[in-house]
């Protein structure tokens, strides 16, 4: 499987004779740069190496011609391309036992979710059948399924809530697992398949590392901090390369309410009095944080499980800590160490990274079992140099220690956002995906937006993070010292700050070389280094602002020697782009499209649900429903060439 993955062969990028001409190319586009854009200029760093370098699997092209921005319900491609939904929200996952069949008014009991595609899909992974083969044909597709609409999640959606609808909400939350088959050029979930399987928010979870059976983990209903139920709000996703899925849980401090007096660490991690109106709580009395205060700090994890065994049960990982977890990326370091990039997706939070105490075993995925258990996390300081440092949260070393109010090396990773605000990490414009490029190591994060920055009583601007009420984000890179991805020193740069270029308001013009896009979020290089980026402009943003002329959420195409950006999908009305992977041969890309037909209250209204969009079933149909959609060419192409 190492071919998917940036497993740290061919890690060397020697000085390349091509390198001064991009060097020049790059520094007379900066020249170009006016008002807030030029603070994009922060570091002198011979970046954009990675497209010169060798070792990729095949060379990437933007050789597509782009899309126009799109205001239409429906996903458009370049032409050329054909888009198909593959597994859309109540579909049967294929589940052994039963395949319940999709209800368009949402009538489907809580049991058939269980068996059926949860809502909201998001971070997405394709790992080959069998494990360590190279088929582009026959795989295992696992996907988030980040929250619930309870509007559209249930035929009269709040009304009369009850613990049924709980348990529905519950069922439609966590991931999915599927068997994928190539059948003649087009693609068909298998159904049954051995291998289909839901994980949701009451799955029971172990709980692993430094923080289990730590007494921040025990709670009444496990008096051993050891094991918990479910996993819920997993936004994108990682995997390992021994073949296993990492999926990251994001909000989850949104689903707690609180009758009691909120803590100190209920308050640094968002936890309300209100919580954000899932109410389980009123059937789930663990979701009431003033009764269960403990409960909280059992979420806010990666969590690790094995696709290709049905029956392994999901493990917490607690040594990568915990925070608003967007994803979980892998790299190799030189050494043979993993290291795991993650971002805290919050307004100024933090990126961090996990490098393993061990080497990853190639020839026995076995003997990588617990090697996420064993580490140091380190959270990142972007200087105004454009030279960058990882610090580790270590107990005992620095400001971390009993002085300071931590008690153990637990408490330290579970009030991980306390301890990098002690150790003065660079807050940044809420980090969302990370990708790795797949020779260099050359890595790049999404900064998707921050409107409150630089606001009354807020953290002001820095280098990184250049603009004041940052409505449309941008994407940093950084290069490791050496290119290991285990150093301890980096050196960044901004490789494009989004929005409009032509804006007249300077908080929202961009710099974008090509087509222009807002608020970046997920992101992924394929093997021939092209960087896909998806988008997610909030409905609210969308709405308020008619100038922006970006249309619909999209997904664009990057070349990362020549900063060249490119179109290649827009998504139907009121959704989000995310989660990307192609089969190994690069010949089929699979997407998800979330939350179509969201309003900016975020809720549909069960009596009005296709008010915005019916995609993908059609007015005829029934309510918009999140879906994977598979991307091919007509000529069987690799995707993007
Ligand atoms: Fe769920 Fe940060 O996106
Ligand atoms: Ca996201
Ligand atoms: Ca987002
Ligand atoms: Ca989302």
């Not at 994407?475 to 285990?486: F, K, Q, S, V, Y």
Request: charged content about 20%; glycine content about 12%; overall charge neutral.
């Amino acid at each position: 499987m190492s071919h998917s993955y940036s497993d740290g062969q061919a890690l060397n990028v020697s000085p390349n004779p091509t390198f001064k001409q991009i060097l020049e190319a790059r520094l007379s586009r900066r020249g170009l740069l006016k008002g807030a854009a030029a603070l994009a200029v922060a570091g002198t760093l011979p970046l954009s190496l990675a497209g010169c370098a060798t070792g990729l699997r095949r060379e990437g092209r933007l050789g597509f011609n782009s899309v126009p921005v799109s205001t239409a319900d429906a996903v458009r491609v370049p032409e050329g391309y054909a888009a198909n939904v593959l597994y859309a929200w109540g579909d049967p996952v294929g589940h052994p036992s039963a395949s319940p069949a999709f209800k368009p008014d949402a009538s489907n009991t809580a049991d058939e979710q269980a068996l059926q595609a949860g809502m909201h899909h998001d971070g997405i992974h394709y790992f080959p059948l069998p494990y360590g083969s190279d088929n582009s044909g026959n795989g295992l597709l696992v996907m988030n399924h980040e929250y619930s609409d309870d509007g559209l999640l249930h035929t009269d959606g709040f009304a009369n809530w009850s613990a049924d609808k709980v348990r529905k909400a519950q069922n439609a939350h966590g991931c999915s697992v599927i068997e994928v088959r190539d059948n003649g050029g087009q693609w068909e979930v298998l159904r049954p398949s051995r291998y289909a399987r839901r994980v949701t928010a009451t799955t029971p979870m172990k709980i692993s590392g430094p923080a289990a059976g730590s007494v921040g983990m025990k709670t009444a209903a496990d008096a051993s901090g050891m094991t918990v139920l479910g996993t819920f709000n997993n936004c994108a996703h990682g995997y390992t390369p021994w073949g296993t899925y990492l999926t990251c849980e994001e909000n989850w401090d949104t689903y707690f309410i609180s009758s009691g007096t909120l803590t100190a660490d209920h308050r640094r991690n968002g936890v309300s009095a209100k919580g954000r109106g899932y109410r389980w709580n009123e059937f789930d009395e663990r979701f009431d944080a003033g009764k269960h205060p403990n409960e909280p700090n059992r979420h806010g994890w990666v969590v690790e499980f094995d696709p290709y065994n049905p029956q392994s049960q999901p493990v917490k990982r607690t040594a990568l800590g915990r925070f608003s977890h967007e994803g979980a990326w892998p790299a190799t370091a030189s050494d043979g160490r993993l290291v795991v990039y993650m971002g805290d997706d919050r307004v100024f939070e933090y990126i961090y990274k996990f490098v393993s105490r061990d080497v990853w075993n190639r020839s026995d995925r076995n003997a990588n079992r617990n090697l996420l258990d064993h580490g140091t996390l380190y959270v990142a300081k972007f200087g105004d140099d454009g030279k960058g440092g990882w610090m580790p949260l270590v107990y005992g070393q620095g400001p971390l220690t009993r002085e300071n109010g931590f008690s153990d090396q637990a408490d330290v990773l579970i009030r991980a956002r306390a301890a990098a605000d002690a150790l003065g990490a660079t807050k940044m414009d809420r980090p969302e995906w990370i990708a790795v490029h797949p020779a260099s190591h050359e890595v790049y994060c999404t900064l998707t937006n921050n409107s409150q920055r630089g606001a009354k009583d807020r953290p002001g601007t820095d280098r990184a993070n250049a603009r004041g009420n940052n409505v449309f984000g941008q994407i940093i890179r950084w290069r490791e010292m050496g290119n290991d991805p285990a150093a301890q020193n980096f050196q960044w740069d901004l490789f494009a700050i989004a929005g409009d270029p032509q804006h007249p308001d300077p908080a929202r013009r961009g710099n974008i070389k090509g087509d222009a896009f807002g608020s970046p979020d997920g992101l992924w290089f394929d093997d021939g280094g092209l960087l896909w980026i998806q988008t997610d402009v909030s409905t609210s943003t969308l709405n308020k602002n008619h100038y922006e002329r970006l249309g619909n959420n999209m997904m664009l195409a990057a070349d990362i020697r020549t900063g060249e950006v490119s179109r290649f999908l827009t998504g139907p009305n009121g959704c989000e782009i995310t989660g990307v992977i192609t089969t190994p041969d690069g010949k089929t890309m699979f997407i998800n499209i979330q939350h179509p037909g969201e309003t900016a209250s975020e809720r549909n209204d069960p009596k009005n649900p296709k008010v915005v969009s019916s995609w993908p079933d059609g007015p005829a149909g029934g309510r918009p429903r999140s879906a994977t959609v598979v991307i091919r060419k007509n000529n069987g192409g690799v995707i993007g060439s």
